[in-house]
C-alpha cells in the first residue's frame, strides 16, 4: 500500500531535549516536506526535499534541522525544543508537481 | 498578499444545500491545482485534481479560471458528513524547482 508513515503519533517532552520525527516514504517520491499547523494559522511549510541530499527552507526553519540522506526517509529534527514548537507536524511526499501524500501527523507538546 | 487565498468561512449550511468555495492564486505560471479535504487534527486529503477543462466526481465539482486565476469546488447535496476544513493547494514550479502552496483553508458546517 503506498502511504506515509510517520511516527510518533504523539509525543511529549521538555524543553531543550533533543528529539526525531520520523517520515518515511514507499513511493519513490522525489519530494518531500514537512509542515506544522497551528490553530488559524494553515500549514506552514517547515522544510522541504527536492531529492537525496538536497533540502531547503520553507517558511518557518527556525529550531529545526532535517536531512535526505535516502530517497524514502526525511527526519525531522529538534535539537532544542522549546514550547512554541508544540504544535501539529505533518510530513508529506509527492512525485514532481503531482498530489501530495500525507502522514497521520505528530501531535507534539514541548512542557 | 498570499500567494493562495481562501475564504476562512465557516460555511454554515443545512443538509441539501449547494454550496461553493473560491480559492484565488496570485502566480500566473501556477501549473496544477487541487483540492483536499482536511478533518479536525487528522492530515489532508486529496478530494480532487483540478483540471483545465473542468472535472466532476459526484456531488463534487471543480473548476479552473486561469484568465482570473482562481480555482472553484461546489458541492451540491450537501451531508452532514462534508463538514470540514477544505484547503486548495496550488503548484508552481519556477526554474525546475517545484512548490506547492497552501491556502488556508475554508471551513464548511453541514447542519441538519
Known amino acids: 500500500e503506498a502511504q506515509v508513515t510517520q511516527n510518533p503519533r504523539y509525543l511529549i517532552t521538555v524543553t531543550g531535549k533533543k528529539l526525531t520525527v520520523t517520515c518515511s516514504q514507499n513511493m519513490n517520491h522525489e519530494y518531500m516536506s514537512w509542515y506544522r499547523q497551528d490553530p488559524g494559522l494553515g500549514l506552514r511549510q517547515i522544510y522541504y526535499?527536492?531529492?537525496?541530499?538536497?533540502?531547503d527552507k520553507g517558511d518557518v526553519p527556525e529550531g529545526y534541522k532535517v536531512s535526505r540522506k535516502e530517497k524514502r526517509n526525511f527526519p525531522l529534527i529538534l535539537e532544542s525544543p522549546s514550547p512554541n514548537q508544540t504544535s501539529l507536524y505533518f510530513c508529506?511526499?509527492?512525485?514532481?508537481?503531482?498530489?501530495?501524500?500525507f502522514g497521520s501527523g505528530t501531535q507534539l507538546s514541548v512542557l | 498578499r498570499k500567494e493562495v487565498e481562501q475564504d476562512p468561512g465557516p460555511f454554515n449550511v443545512p443538509e441539501g444545500a449547494t454550496v461553493a468555495f473560491n480559492c484565488t492564486y496570485s502566480n500566473s505560471a501556477s501549473q496544477s491545482f487541487f483540492w483536499y479535504r482536511q478533518d479536525c487534527r487528522k492530515e489532508p486529503k486529496l478530494l480532487m485534481s483540478v483540471y483545465s477543462s473542468g472535472n466532476e466526481d459526484g456531488r463534487f465539482t471543480a473548476q479552473l479560471n486561469r484568465a482570473s486565476q482562481y480555482i472553484s469546488l461546489l458541492i451540491r447535496d450537501s451531508k452532514l458528513s462534508d463538514s470540514a476544513t477544505y484547503l486548495c493547494?496550488?503548484?508552481?514550479?519556477?526554474?525546475?524547482?517545484?512548490?506547492?502552496?497552501f491556502g488556508r483553508g475554508t471551513s464548511l458546517i453541514v447542519h441538519p
Open positions: 526535499s527536492m531529492n537525496v541530499e538536497v533540502t
Open positions: 493547494v496550488v503548484n508552481t514550479v519556477p526554474g525546475g524547482s517545484y512548490i506547492p502552496t
Open positions: 508529506a511526499s509527492s512525485s514532481f508537481n503531482e498530489k501530495l501524500f
